[in-house]
């Protein structure tokens, strides 16, 4: 089976497409584990509710960091109590992270590093990997990551420089590689130097679409599997096989 470790399928229906025509073409190319992030309290929700209807959907709760800011102490810590209320049910806390992408946020980063250590801690507890959002921040990231001690970190997306991919590898760590890929030289060169045992593949659905359209949906992960292949000179088969492995280790 093919697995998609990042998307947020539950955004599509505001997009105009179905969440179970998604579902479907999902199916269609045996794509058959679809881990959707939530990224505040009311899509954490939404989430849960959907993966009564679909098999494939495997909810991961949190909190993404700009959602964060907007919330209270008080709502922040009540959702981690929610999120432990569902520990059965899920199998990631994600998307949490770090995010600098506009200047202003400097103000805001010691706060967001509060917020993403309490959620980094809950995954530890729980022991439950933890979906990393680190944009423009990759570096103070990774350090906090480091200094909390967390061990089952997948990043997701990661667009820093190749010595900072060097470490998150060396640290036993995952990085889960966009369908964007396609044309993306950056998780070109991520899959050139990272083994396979730690890799995944996502889409970030209904963002980064292989073809740079809108919006994305899960069955496009294939994208991702099959540039892993190119580049790694194996069969689509064994890049499966493989990955699969990664997943059954890291969220099972
Ligand atoms: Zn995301």
């Not at 209807?53 to 922040?76: C, H, R, S």
């Not at 998150?168 to 991520?190: C, H, R, T």
Request: net charge neutral; glycine share 4%; charged share 35%.
């Amino acid at each position: 089976m093919f697995i998609d470790t990042h998307c947020h399928l539950d955004m599509l229906e505001k997009e105009g497409v179905s969440i179970a025509d998604a579902i479907s073409h999902a199916r269609k190319v045996k794509v058959e584990a679809i881990v959707v992030n939530g990224v505040n309290p009311s899509h954490n929700r939404e989430i849960l509710e959907l993966a009564k209807k679909f098999d494939e959907i495997k909810p991961a709760l949190g909190m993404y960091p700009l959602d964060a800011l907007k919330l209270t102490d008080l709502v922040i810590e009540e959702e981690i109590e929610f999120i432990v209320k569902n520990k059965k049910k899920i199998y990631a806390i994600g998307e949490i992270g770090l995010d600098l992408k506009d200047e202003e946020l400097n103000d805001s980063f010691e706060k967001q590093k509060i917020i993403f250590e309490k959620f980094v801690r809950l995954g530890m507890k729980l022991n439950k990997p933890v979906i990393v959002h680190s944009r423009k921040a990759e570096l103070q990231t990774i350090e906090l990551l480091e200094k909390i001690g967390a061990k089952k970190v997948i990043m997701h997306c990661f667009s820093g420089k190749m010595k900072l991919v060097d470490r998150i590898v060396k640290n036993g760590w995952f990085l889960s590689i966009p369908a964007n890929i396609k044309y993306s030289e950056q998780f070109q060169d991520v899959v050139k130097r990272v083994p396979i045992e730690n890799l995944f593949c996502e889409t970030d659905s209904p963002y980064l679409h292989p073809d740079k359209k809108w919006p994305n949906e899960s069955a496009n992960v294939l994208e991702s599997y099959k540039k892993i292949a190119e580049i790694k000179g194996l069969k689509l088969k064994e890049v499966e096989k493989k990955i699969e492995e990664n997943y059954k280790n890291v969220f099972g």
